[in-house]
């Protein structure tokens, strides 16, 4: 059975740092694209930033690049957003998505409508 569990998310200050995890079970990460969505109240949903630790594609999007930095650790079968320098604008509820391979490129991370899911995590920075 396919399985996303995020974890590390919270409340911060502007400028403060999160860590999220997405822990993979059923699969191995590598064969796949995984990455992060996020949804604000009143927003629509956007991908934030994706690895396709395979051949190494990552992607980022604008708002977060220079600050969010993702990573994949193979043996744990685990992906992580190392998130600094916070933004109120970055207040979201966050989930992990495993997709085919191909979307995640340099131009943008894509829900095909076959992803997986984890169930999301609330990440609120306060100004």
């Known amino acids: 059975e396919v399985q996303l569990v995020e974890s590390g998310g919270g409340l911060v200050q502007t400028g403060g740092s999160l860590r999220l995890s997405c822990a993979a079970s059923?699969?191995?990460?590598?064969?796949?694209?995984i990455g992060w969505f996020r949804q604000a109240p009143g927003k629509e949903r956007e991908g934030v930033s994706c690895?396709?630790?395979?051949?190494?594609?990552?992607y980022y999007a604008d708002s977060v690049k220079g600050r969010f930095s993702i990573s994949s650790d193979n043996a744990q079968n685990t992906v992580y957003l190392q998130m600094n320098s916070l933004k109120p604008e970055d207040t979201a509820v966050y989930y992990c998505?495993?997709?085919?391979?191909?979307?995640?490129?340099?131009?943008?991370?894509?829900?095909?409508?076959?992803?997986?899911w984890g169930q999301g995590i609330q990440v609120t920075v306060s100004s």
């Open positions: 998505s495993r997709q085919p391979f191909y979307r995640c490129s340099k131009y943008g991370y894509r829900d095909g409508g076959d992803g997986y």
């Open positions: 059923g699969f191995t990460v590598d064969d796949y694209a």
């Open positions: 690895i396709y630790s395979s051949d190494g594609t990552t």
